[in-house]
């Protein structure tokens, strides 16, 4: 099964993506984790990719579909993926069949509204370690200001900052959002709503996915 969490910076992709690699040994692709390895080990494509990254716009394509396409064919891709941060543009979702040769299973577009996108990014904390993400305080157990999993340092990522993420949410409307149209047509798109608890939320990624397995509904709605 292929499958692609389409979503606004903020709504929850990473963590979803994450369960969904452990529930259904579906291996997880997030471009934005491959090029903030990228940049953090200062490779020639690191280098050329943080810039945009810093600004929060997107990195140019011939540098994240060769990404992909490297990732995708890979021998532990083959049975299916979770893509996280990938497709953001209609132009990768055509250059993503090409890779491929097939049309995603299931497109989840995890739905949050504005105000709480913003909250949520301007206060949360990443492990560069284990990249687990963490709200504004250190969980309950976790020594303050390190990864409750790893016990790595946490930090705020380089993006995260207010005008920063105000131009990613602009950027996810202009570029990312027609993708929905794009996958609706193509009787892939399914909404989730992203509000609630990470386990509530992926509660519902279940339903639709269980849904999808078990060949039971070729539900027109979207
Ligand atoms: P978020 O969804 O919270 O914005 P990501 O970790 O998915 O964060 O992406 C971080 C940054 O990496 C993006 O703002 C962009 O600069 C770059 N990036 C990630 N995926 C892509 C992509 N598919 N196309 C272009 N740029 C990308
Ligand atoms: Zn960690």
Redesign the pocket.
């Known amino acids: 099964m292929r499958v692609i969490l389409l979503g ?3 709504s929850g ?2 963590t979803q993506a994450c369960l969904i690699e452990e529930k259904f040994r579906l291996p997880r692709i ?4 491959i ?2 390895e990228a940049v953090r080990r200062e490779t020639p494509l690191g280098r050329r ?1 943080e810039d ?2 810093k600004r ?4 140019s ?1 011939d540098i ?1 579909v060769g990404l992909v396409e490297e990732a995708v064919q890979r021998e532990e891709h083959r049975h299916g993926y979770v893509l ?6 209609v132009a ?1 979702a055509e250059s993503l069949l090409r890779i491929d040769g097939r049309r995603p299973e299931r497109v989840l577009d995890i739905q949050v509204g504005a105000e709480d996108l913003v909250d949520r ?1 301007s206060r949360r904390h990443v492990c560069p370690g284990c990249r687990a993400v963490f709200g504004p305080a250190s969980p309950p157990g976790a020594e303050e200001g390190r990864c409750a999993a790893c016990g790595g340092a946490l930090e705020i990522r380089a ?1 995260d900052k207010p005008e920063v993420i105000r131009e ?1 949410l602009r ?1 996810f409307e202009a570029q990312t959002a027609p993708l929905r149209e794009y996958y609706r047509s193509r009787s892939v798109y399914r909404t989730v709503p992203g509000t609630g608890r990470p386990e509530e939320v992926f509660g519902r990624i279940v339903g639709q996915l269980e849904a999808f397995l078990s060949g039971a509904t070729e539900e027109r709605r979207s």
Do not use: I
């Open positions: 606004p910076p903020g992709k990473g997030s471009t934005g984790d090029l903030r990719a945009m990254m929060g716009l997107l990195v394509d994240v996280d941060g990938f497709p953001r543009t990768q990014l993006d990613r950027v």
